[in-house]
């Protein structure tokens, strides 16, 4: 399923966040959005899943626009995995992944066998069955970030949106948390701040910068150094490994 935004808007107070962003993302594509703090990454993509609603524009999800859906028809075709997640309550590890379940149950409904044989294979597709009866709060942060994908990969959508999720991670869990989410194979929007990761995972690029799209293409096409110094204002080199990947070298 493709994900489309349409000339999206987002003024809160009287500052214009988004000043008429448009993105798309073809069915299975891996799409990362870049740029400076402030850039209006992760309020662009709170509007997409619905968490803010634009001043302006239109998002499609397929052929629907996501404004006429309900959250539980979106939910059922998008999940989200971001950056920061708290619970007031002491959840196990498998009741917060059954939350993903929501979105197919009606109100009052029981969990089934379903929804637990849904819980343990997503939780062993990201490692983590063993922590099935573990304490959320327990866990490390890369740890809880595996489990809200495994919550994310519960609710069974097509569609996957990354507000920033490796932030506070270290690199061992950065390439984890993607690796597993490169090989699920669905249409993924992701606010990644780091440019060598967004060159390693993501088939095309979008670059934000001042509330408005700036910039892209493939990660070869957009992280150039002449691109990257008028975006972030630092000196870079390019250069490729005996593999043919792309690394930028920063310079002091």
Known sequence: MNICATDI?????????LKGVSIDSKSREFIGIIGPNGSGKST????????????????MLGRQDISKM???ESAKKLAVVAQHNYYNFD????????????????????????DYDIVN???????????????FSTLSGGEQQRVILARALAQQTPCLI????????DIKYQLS?????????????????????ASMYCDRLFVMKNGRIVGMGTPQEVLTKEFIKEIYDID???????????????SR
């Not at 959840?91 to 379903?114: I, Q, Y």
């Not at 870079?236 to 920063?250: R, T």
């Open 70 to 72: 309900s959250v539980k």
């Open 121 to 135: 294979e997503s939780l062993e597709k990201v490692g983590m069955l063993g922590f099935k009866n573990r304490s």
């Open 162 to 169: 990354l507000d920033e999720p490796t932030n506070h991670l």
């Open 44 to 59: 662009l993509l709170k509007c997409i899943y619905r968490t803010l609603k634009p001043n302006n524009g239109c998002i």
């Open 236 to 250: 870079v080199e390019i250069v490729y490994d005996s593999k043919g990947d792309m690394h930028i070298l920063y």
């Open 9 to 17: 808007k987002m003024e809160i107070g009287n500052n214009q966040i």
């Open 177 to 197: 948390l993607l690796n597993i989410v490169k090989s699920l194979n669905l249409t993924i929007i992701s606010a990644i701040h780091d440019l060598n990761i």
């Open 91 to 114: 959840f196990s590890v498998g009741e917060v992944v059954l939350m993903g379940r929501s979105p197919h149950k009606k109100s009052l409904e029981p969990d089934n066998s379903e």
